[in-house]
């Protein structure tokens, strides 16, 4: 009979799973040769990897990038499954809840998909079922051609409750973006409360939660300086929860000398990687740019912090973001070729 583990065993044992999975992710180094391969070689390299397995299951439904992307999602879905799986007593219960940024993504992107009137097939190829929506629930909201009755039959009761309350306006303006900003904000005070909830790891979670919505919340003041903030409020796309007041990020939207901007968000910040990301915005960027330097300093930071904490939800979690961004790589290289678009325009569209 297998003996159970108990004490700090299961968490160094997990902590060892996530250190070796995240190893054999794709290095910087393979990403710049994908690059210059064409999307027949591309494919085959991807045939060749972990997710041939998927694309073999796959094959008989699909074909060319559509089986890639397919093939993708899928397995990202199951990996995220086995992480779970894999978890100790309170890190699943934080595991869980933070996978359901996967179900708030599935949703608008059916919804959205729906009012577009892309094909069901379209629209299943960017889903993946890692939150408590699985695939049978999610085939079953494709199946509905009523965007009412989708939001109806959701079963993420609180989460539906925010949509029917938004779902006609956003079917009116044809814009989904408030929906997303409470949804998101639901979100977070979810993750907020679970781990200040006493619960043994929470501290750490708790940290990580805080600098992520710092980091969401510096992308959207970034992306309001860059298209020129009208008259219109933007009190709704703060995230409360973070280092920032919601009143001081507002201000910020008005401030002129992006050297004023980046001296009043470091005075919060601790993190040295988001520091340097911060200093290397004192000119104005393209907003792909900023979004990507961001992104990297979250993943720095999330490798520092589980080096530091490695017997924490924190390696875990490392992993699982830096798992999602090899699949949202390797998807934009596959559409990327498709389109022909040039390896150096693709290229700033990765995040290495």
């Known amino acids: 009979m297998t003996e159970v583990m108990s004490g700090p065993a299961p968490y160094i044992y997990v902590s060892t799973r996530m250190r070796v999975r995240k190893a054999k992710l794709i290095p910087r180094e393979e990403y710049l040769r994908m690059l210059n391969m064409s999307l027949s070689e591309f494919t085959r390299l991807i045939e060749e990897m972990e997710y041939k397995r998927e694309i073999d299951e796959l094959s008989a439904s699909f074909s060319g990038v559509d089986l890639v992307e397919n093939a993708m999602s899928w ?61 049978t629930m999610l085939d079953r909201l494709l199946a509905e051609t009523n965007t009412e009755r989708i939001v109806e039959i959701l079963p993420e009761k609180q989460m539906a409750k925010i949509l029917s309350a938004g779902l006609a306006e956003a079917l009116e303006t044809h814009s989904f973006g408030i929906l997303e900003n409470k949804l998101y904000k ?68 008005s401030v002129e000398s992006m050297d004023e901007v980046v001296d009043t968000l470091k005075k919060k910040i601790k993190s040295p990687v988001l520091i340097e990301a911060l200093e290397s915005l004192r000119e104005r960027k393209p907003i792909y740019a900023i979004e990507g330097m961001l992104i990297a300093a979250q993943l720095n930071q999330m490798d520092n912090v589980s080096k530091r904490n490695p017997f924490s939800i924190s390696p875990l979690l490392a992993y699982l973001e830096r798992k999602k961004y090899e699949v949202s790589n390797l998807r934009a290289l596959a559409r990327g070729k498709e389109a022909g678009l040039a390896p150096e325009i693709l290229e700033k569209y990765l995040v290495m």
């Open 75 to 135: 397995n990202l879905a199951k990996e995220y499954q086995r992480v779970i799986t894999l978890a100790p007593g309170e890190m699943k219960g934080f595991t869980r809840d933070y996978l359901h940024k996967w179900d708030i993504q599935n949703i608008l992107t059916i919804l959205r998909g729906k009012t577009q009137d892309l094909s069901d097939g379209k629209i299943r190829a960017v889903l993946v079922p890692a939150g408590e929506l699985d695939a």
């Open 186 to 253: 639901y979100y977070y005070a979810t993750l907020i409360k679970a781990a200040r909830g006493g619960m043994r790891g929470g501290l750490p979670f708790l940290k990580y939660v805080t600098f992520e919505i710092d980091v969401k919340n510096i992308t959207n003041l970034f992306r309001i300086l860059a298209q020129g903030k009208s008259n219109v409020s933007t009190s709704d796309v703060w995230i409360e929860g973070g280092s920032y007041h919601v009143d001081e990020l507002e201000r910020l939207c």
